[in-house]
């Protein structure tokens, strides 16, 4: 029996691992697969997980079913973090995911975990009755359980914690650490079509009857709910520029129609800073990401995925 402190020993004793391997882990983020090495098609293992918490992403969980199909499945309310070998069992606190395994480049600092791990026959065989159990009561993950889930997760990451911030600019803050950004409902959004007249004649009588400003897109399908957006509009030839107030925040619940109306609002703590910043990423994004840019009437992304992808 020996103690695991670096997650990291834990992930390579997974990836060695030869023989089935039968895990149940709560929950799972960004990275883990490709850490715990189960996209190696050799592999043979069976996973039990959660999506009941929002603990799980579930993008990770559509990729680790699009490898194992019939052999990943979840349990309502699972906590376990157990890896059951042939011959041996890790038994720790860490979930799968960037902070979990202590990944380089998570979120702040990651959590100090501990595991143990024992190749005592007794142990084994219990942990793998154990884990047989609650196989045979475990559920299949259909894509309404998903979509569930994605609700649940997005709003657990909004409610995470924040790491310190390097700096109140917000643009060089998301780029100093651009995982602490991640999944907080802060999205860049650069309009590539003006409102068209029908459209800026509603938003005027929407103001005229409100007797306050009034902001609203036209035909965004895409747009985040109950969200920050940071909003530019792309005017060709004239440049990129900021749209009014800049940061805007969108209704709890998607809107029918082709209008979208938004509030305008702030990022608590940061400040926006200069526009030649943003122009300087967001000119790559046009390039290199010409046919995203086009798409659904404008470009919409990520704030802490847009400060990773286009460094200054």
């Given at each position: 029996?020996?103690?695991?402190?670096?997650?990291?020993?834990?992930?390579?004793?997974?990836?060695?691992?030869?023989?089935?391997?039968?895990?149940?882990?709560?929950?799972?983020?960004?990275?883990?697969?490709?850490?715990?090495?189960?996209?190696?098609?050799?592999?043979?293992?069976?996973i039990?997980?959660?999506?009941?918490?929002?603990?799980?992403?579930?993008k990770?969980?559509?990729?680790?079913?699009?490898?194992?199909?019939?052999?990943?499945?979840?349990?309502?309310?699972?906590?376990?973090?157990?890896?059951?070998?042939?011959?041996?069992?890790?038994?720790?606190?860490a979930?799968?995911?960037?902070?979990?395994?202590?990944?380089?480049?998570?979120?702040?600092?990651?959590w100090?975990?501990?595991?143990?791990?024992?190749?005592?026959?007794?142990?084994?065989?219990a942990a793998q009755?154990w884990?047989?159990?609650?196989?045979?009561?475990?559920?299949?993950?259909t894509?309404?359980?998903?979509?569930?889930?994605?609700?649940?997760?997005?709003?657990r990451?909004?409610?995470?914690?924040?790491?310190?911030?390097?700096?109140?600019?917000?643009?060089?803050?998301?780029?100093?650490?651009?995982?602490?950004?991640?999944?907080?409902?802060?999205?860049?959004?650069?309009?590539?079509?003006?409102?068209?007249?029908?459209?800026?004649?509603?938003?005027?009588?929407?103001?005229?009857?409100?007797?306050?400003?009034?902001?609203m897109?036209?035909q965004?399908?895409?747009?985040?709910v109950?969200?920050?957006?940071?909003?530019?509009?792309?005017?060709?030839?004239?440049?990129?520029?900021?749209?009014?107030?800049?940061?805007?925040?969108?209704?709890?619940?998607?809107?029918?129609?082709?209008?979208?109306?938004?509030?305008?609002?702030?990022?608590?703590?940061?400040?926006?800073?200069?526009?030649?910043?943003?122009?300087?990423?967001?000119?790559?994004?046009k390039?290199?990401?010409?046919?995203?840019?086009?798409?659904?009437?404008?470009?919409?992304?990520?704030?802490?995925?847009?400060?990773?992808?286009?460094?200054?």
């Amino acid at each position: 029996m020996s103690l695991i402190e670096d997650q990291q020993d834990l992930a390579q004793w997974v990836r060695q691992q030869s023989t089935h391997l039968d895990i149940a882990v709560a929950f799972w983020g960004t990275g883990a697969v490709e850490q715990l090495g189960l996209n190696d098609a050799k592999k043979s293992y069976r996973i039990l997980l959660d999506l009941t918490s929002g603990g799980s992403n579930p993008k990770v969980v559509a990729q680790l079913l699009k490898l194992r199909p019939k052999f990943v499945r979840c349990v309502d309310r699972l906590h376990a973090k157990a890896f059951i070998g042939k011959n041996e069992v890790v038994i720790g606190s860490a979930n799968a995911s960037a902070n979990g395994l202590g990944a380089e480049g998570s979120e702040a600092t990651h959590w100090r975990e501990l595991g143990l791990t024992t190749k005592s026959a007794s142990d084994v065989a219990a942990a793998q009755s154990w884990f047989e159990a609650l196989w045979a009561g475990s559920k299949t993950i259909t894509p309404k359980m998903l979509a569930d889930a994605e609700v649940k997760w997005k709003k657990r990451q909004q409610q995470r914690p924040q790491a310190p911030a390097s700096s109140t600019d917000l643009l060089t803050a998301a780029s100093a650490n651009p995982d602490a950004f991640k999944n907080r409902g802060i999205y860049i959004t650069v309009s590539t079509e003006k409102l068209s007249a029908k459209a800026e004649n509603v938003r005027k009588e929407k103001a005229k009857e409100t007797r306050s400003p009034a902001y609203m897109f036209e035909q965004w399908p895409k747009m985040p709910v109950n969200s920050h957006l940071i909003c530019f509009t792309d005017f060709g030839n004239d440049g990129i520029r900021r749209d009014g107030p800049g940061v805007y925040h969108s209704r709890a619940n998607k809107q029918r129609g082709p209008n979208f109306w938004v509030d305008k609002s702030s990022i608590e703590g940061f400040e926006l800073g200069s526009l030649r910043s943003w122009k300087k990423r967001l000119e790559q994004a046009k390039i290199r990401d010409a046919r995203k840019w086009n798409s659904d009437y404008g470009f919409v992304m990520d704030l802490g995925e847009f400060a990773e992808k286009y460094p200054e």
